[in-house]
């Protein structure tokens, strides 16, 4: 199958892998989502991911061999991106894995094929690596491949030995590296020096589980996990000198520099690290949305916003002042179409989650910039020359503001910037970042993944048996598999079938009992750990223990009332396609006995007549009683039925679809009612917006209606009863009793404003003179700060040409103070504004205004005779 590449493109590449171990018995499989079924991760970080159950042998794999081509996000090394050759967030995994089929010498021969005949590589540029004690490996990379063994390295467990965590599945590994130098030798091999080495393919030997001693015992099944970096290879293939400069980011970098107006094989290394960040990014944020996640500030939400907002800063330091990123993407999206059709199908969506989050945090970057300058402004008035590292991070971490520009700015006023202060206080950060998330935790559930070879996965009965009898597989208390469990015990019980619905695409888990001879454990929730049902119950009687029989009943009624609220949702998001927009999509869910929510895509917050037209028409739907239609049909002819995929859910090749025909046909894997008109009622609590372009609607339905109006109808009692008027007649009692007090606000305000001017008429007598100019500095108690500034003007227009700052400390924990210059004042360059929020920083505070009227608070009530005594000597100095 030799190709004689002279130059390979990103796709081909992709297509050349793909289909050399198609050829040799490999089912392609599509990438996953970034967004993974493993809850231990917010991404999708490896290639080998989606396929973890199937190594915990938790899962039957469909096919003993697959590949795949897997996009990947990563963000642990975030800050060596544009830095380094080969550093990305976003990268594609090319990997053919083996379920307990072949094995090394086979992944080893194949991994040599691929390389030296298939993309041509010269076995004079290849270096090898295997496990120090694999003999095995070594063995068949002299032997049968025929590689020198000076160019075979053996290496230690941290580099060539691949663990999924403290237990389970691990084995060695092999690497294939490439030499650009091989005119240098075959002594002294350093595959380290990343000048001359590249590793580009990476074959795991999954053969040993390891115990919580240590242990390694072989697996009856062994695997074979690979990966080859789809960039890396490109990039030897291209000879181009990085990562960056391949086919598959450059075209993303050129269209940056051109709406910058420059040239990146002409620019400076910084400038060319801005353009790469961008590149990088933005591939990765085009992917992120396209699989539906959506920019917040926690979870994978967090890493798209974060990464959005460091595109923006780096097209700040390159250059570009407004809005560019859209126009970014358009390039990574025709580069990714071909691969991954779905970045073209959410090409709307995606461009309008960008210009969104760019236009708001241009705003947010403009409070950063005001911000340096009150730093700047406050290092120089105490005679520093240096920002600290903290105020830096500040800038950095929660404005957004790069290091690099806070250090431009810092020098244009001769300053510099504390970077070691600023290192370490990113240093603190990211060990924050990598004690979260960044890695393969394969051992959550750590027990279950130990009973994994030996309990069998749970089979679902709950679409139609609402009681079973089951066999108890196993027992975990606090997390530990145990044998058994006594009465009043907190413990999760994992049964080989069950008629419990585990929490999953918004609906929470069943309630119910688990009973036997002697044994009542009450279940609170269900929840699902790969192909196990984890039933959380506490033990109300007896003694249960692995082995024993059990009936499973779930609670009927708590079930009815979700099945009541899913159907529902349904037909909600039905309702808003054909009422506000047929483009809403579905952005979150949440359903529970007593409620629903549901959250969707929408800029716009909606009016209280379409809110009450999608109430009646899910209402009417209701009661038009549509029976359900419960389908199992394959993916692809689901979707060709035009059915709705529900956000955040995995399918499969055959999908369970919903369908109340000519209502709502969607895929789902929740339970329903069999007829709209068992819902009964359905009711909208709120419609409100919960993150820029996401709306949430709150609802219930069903014996949930009748709680919420029993609740709403007590209420309207009891304030019946306290105001002495009819339910009908509350609305005018409550406008009769806000325009009272309103009246009653407006007469304290003007008592208020004329007790202060009082008060304030006594400190005439304290005005000093200051050359040609009278100032007034003082403390009023207990003013209000309206009032303290009412007091402030007319003071002023009394004594003319001059200067008067109030203080007052009107509640406990709050300062006020105002500053009111005459225009004689701020023609000798003093400003209210600044003068006002510089001296109440002394109190803890802030606050600013106009040249000649300025309002500032604070916090610390005893440093207000400090801070006005600084206002006394700052007038003093600047007009005497």
């Not at 083996?98 to 290849?126: C, H, M, R």
């Not at 009692?717 to 009246?743: A, G, H, M, W, Y």
């Amino acid at each position: 199958m030799s190709s004689n590449p002279q130059y390979l493109s990103g796709n081909e590449i992709r297509n050349l892998f793909l289909n050399f171990y198609a050829q040799r018995g490999h089912q392609i499989l599509p990438s996953a989502s970034l967004v993974p079924e493993d809850p231990t991760v917010l991404l999708t970080i490896a290639g080998m991911l989606p396929f973890k159950p199937i190594f915990l042998g938790q899962r039957t794999p469909e096919f003993n061999r697959a590949t795949t081509s897997q996009k990947c996000i990563r963000t642990n090394d975030i800050e060596n991106v544009g830095r380094t050759k080969r550093h990305h967030t976003f990268f594609e995994m090319l990997g053919n894995f083996s379920f307990g089929d072949y094995f090394k010498e086979q992944a080893i021969a194949w991994g040599w094929e691929i390389s030296t005949q298939v993309f041509n590589l010269s076995p004079k540029n290849l270096v090898v690596s295997v496990f120090e004690d694999d003999d095995e490996a070594f063995s068949i990379w002299r032997d049968r491949i025929g590689v020198p063994e000076a160019r075979i390295k053996r290496l230690g467990t941290d580099d060539n030995f691949w663990v999924s965590g403290p237990t389970g599945p691990c084995g060695p590994c092999s690497e294939i590296y490439y030499d650009f130098h091989p005119e240098r030798g075959d002594e002294n091999i350093d595959l380290e020096d990343d000048s001359r080495f590249i590793e580009f393919y990476n074959l795991v030997f999954m053969q040993y589980n390891r115990d919580a001693s240590g242990n390694l015992t072989p697996l009856q099944n062994k695997n074979i996990d690979t990966g080859m970096g789809l960039d890396r290879m490109a990039q030897i293939l291209q000879k181009v000198p990085n990562n960056y400069e391949t086919d598959l980011v450059f075209p993303i970098i050129q269209t940056a520099a051109q709406i910058a107006g420059i040239g990146y094989h002409t620019s400076d290394e910084k400038t060319k690290v801005s353009l790469k960040v961008i590149g990088d990014h933005v591939r990765s944020v085009v992917h992120m949305i396209a699989d539906e996640i959506r920019a917040s500030n926690v979870g994978r939400g967090y890493v798209l916003r974060r990464l959005i907002r460091r595109v923006v800063r780096h097209g700040r330091l390159i250059g570009i002042s407004g809005e560019f990123i859209t126009q970014v993407a358009e390039t990574a999206i025709a580069l990714s179409e071909s691969a991954y059709p779905n970045v073209r199908q959410r090409e709307a969506a995606i461009k309008a989650e960008l210009q969104r989050e760019e236009v708001n945090f241009l705003k947010t970057l403009e409070r950063g910039e005001k911000l340096l300058e009150e730093i700047i402004e406050q290092v120089k008035q105490q005679g520093k020359t240096s920002i600290s590292g903290e105020s830096a991070f500040t800038l950095y971490d929660t404005y957004g503001f790069p290091l690099e520009l806070t250090q431009e700015i810092a020098e244009e006023n001769n300053l510099t910037v504390d970077e070691a202060g600023f290192d370490a206080e990113m240093q603190k950060q990211v060990e924050r970042a990598k004690a979260a998330h960044e890695t393969i935790d394969l051992t959550v559930q750590g027990s279950l993944d130990k009973l994994a070879e030996h309990i069998h996965a749970t089979e679902f009965l709950g679409y139609t048996q609402p009681a079973t009898t089951a066999k108890v597989e196993a027992i975990l208390v606090e997390g530990v598999s145990q044998q058994e469990a006594e009465a009043g015990t907190e413990v999760q019980v994992v049964l080989n079938q069950t008629p419990f619905y585990a929490e999953s695409g918004g609906q929470i888990g069943d309630r119910g009992y688990i009973s036997g001879d002697g044994i009542v454990v009450r279940v609170e929730d269900v929840k699902k750990e790969s192909d196990f049902f984890v039933h959380f119950g506490r033990i109300e009687r007896g003694t249960i223990r692995v082995g024993d029989a059990v009936t499973a009943q779930i609670d009927r009624a708590c079930r009815r009332r979700a099945q009541a609220n899913h159907t529902a949702t349904h037909l909600l998001q039905a309702a808003l396609k054909k009422i506000v927009d047929d483009g809403i999509s579905q952005a979150g869910s949440l359903v529970s006995f007593d409620r629903l929510r549901f959250d969707f895509n929408c800029p716009r917050a909606l009016t209280p007549e379409e809110v009450q037209q999608i109430e009646e028409q899910v209402n009417t739907w209701i009661a038009e009683a549509h029976a359900a239609n419960v389908e199992v049909l394959p993916l692809a002819e689901a979707k060709a039925r035009g059915a709705v995929a529900m956000f955040g859910e995995k399918y499969g090749e055959e999908v369970r679809v919903i369908d109340f025909p000519g209502v709502s046909m969607e895929l789902c894997g929740g339970t329903h009612v069999s007829n709209t008109a068992e819902i009964g009622v359905f009711k909208i609590i709120s419609e409100a917006g919960v993150a820029s372009g996401v709306r949430r609607i709150e609802a219930v339905s069903g014996p949930a209606v009748l709680d919420y109006l029993n609740v709403r109808d007590k209420v309207v009692k009891d304030l019946s009863d306290r105001f002495k008027v009819k339910p009908e007649e509350l609305p005018d009692r409550i406008t009769s009793l806000q325009n009272e007090v309103r009246t009653s606000e407006k007469q304290l305000a003007t008592l208020k404003s004329q007790l202060a001017i009082a008060k304030s008429d006594s400190l005439l007598q304290t005005v000093e003179s200051v050359g040609d100019y009278k100032i007034l500095v003082a403390q009023l108690e207990d003013v209000d700060p309206e009032s303290l500034k009412t007091a402030a003007e007319r003071l002023l227009q009394k004594i003319g040409n001059g200067a008067v700052v109030l203080g007052s400390v009107p509640e406990a924990g709050k300062v006020s103070i105002v500053a009111a210059f005459s225009p004689e004042v701020n023609k000798k360059g003093l400003q209210a504004g600044k003068f006002v929020g510089n001296i109440a920083r002394i109190c803890g505070g802030g606050g600013g205004g106009r040249p000649n009227l300025a309002q500032a608070g604070g916090r610390d009530a005893s440093k207000l005779p400090e801070a006005l005594e600084q206002g006394r000597s700052e007038l003093k100095s600047a007009l005497g």
